[in-house]
T-cell receptor, first 114, second 112 residues
Framework: NAGVTQTPKFQVLKTGQSMTLQCAQDMNHEYMSWYRQDPGMGLRLIHYSVGAGITDQGEVPNGYNVSRSTTEDFPLRLLSAAPSQTSVYFC?????????????FGSGTRLTVV | DAKTTQPPSMDCAEGRAANLPCNHSTISGNEYVYWYRQIHSQGPQYIIHGLKNNETNEMASLIITEDRKSSTLILPHATLRDTAVYYCIVRVANRAGNMLTFGGGTRLMVKP
């Protein structure tokens, strides 16, 4: 089925470890973004991309890197994991930066940093 | 983006219409009303959006008052699978770089 695929679904890291959260979409969407959702809170934008080769920072970019080498993939890298990065991470995409038809979200990656 | 106010929770009987209200009294002329929902442990799901006219799609209907200060999301025949937290968001389209500000939302419980 078409949509946004995130892997892994669950991950436990030790403080200081690095890892990459994967996000792929097969809808030829130009716009992709990463959010984090902490318990009982809304979504906060980490990084976003308006097309291949173009990325920019969102509200909470520190500690995270992104790249967009293809239209389909938008990986999120944690450089040196900290307990404050324990959260649920969602990848979202839309047809273009001014899409009027809403975002399509992945099912999330639940990350615990110990 | 304008702030929204939603009741924290609502119940609805299965098969009946669920009417979820949202107040957005500070909405600007170029801001749209978007509705998303989040079923437990899943990613948010886009439902519908509108500017000033009422809108309907296969999932729901959106009724926006004439002064645009409030709106109602209608699920015409609620099922158990519609149990979720519903978020009303007011913003200028889905502009790149703007976060989606999900407030508290309304937790809808559909009961058999």
């Amino acid at each position: 089925n078409a949509g946004v695929t995130q892997t892994p679904k669950f991950q436990v890291l030790k403080t200081g470890q690095s890892m990459t959260l994967q996000c792929a979409q097969d809808m030829n969407h130009e716009y992709m973004s990463w959010y984090r959702q902490d318990p009982g809170m809304g979504l906060r934008l980490i990084h976003y991309s308006v097309g291949a080769g173009i990325t920019d920072q969102g509200e909470v970019p520190n500690g995270y890197n992104v790249s967009r080498s293809t239209t389909e993939d938008f990986p999120l890298r944690l450089l040196s994991a900290a307990p404050s990065q324990t959260s649920v991470y969602f990848c979202a995409s839309s047809l273009d930066r001014e899409s009027y038809y809403g975002y399509t979200f992945g099912s999330g990656t639940r990350l615990t940093v110990v | 983006d304008a702030k929204t106010t939603q009741p924290p929770s609502m119940d609805c009987a299965e098969g009946r219409a669920a009417n979820l209200p949202c107040n957005h009294s500070t909405i600007s002329g170029n801001e749209y009303v978007y509705w998303y929902r989040q079923i437990h442990s899943q990613g948010p799901q886009y439902i519908i959006h509108g500017l000033k006219n009422n809108e309907t799609n296969e999932m729901a209907s959106l009724i926006i008052t004439e002064d645009r200060k409030s709106s109602t999301l209608i699920l015409p025949h609620a099922t158990l699978r519609d149990t979720a937290v519903y978020y009303c968001i007011v913003r200028v389209a889905n502009r790149a770089g703007n976060m989606l500000t999900f407030g508290g939302g309304t937790r809808l419980m559909v009961k058999p």
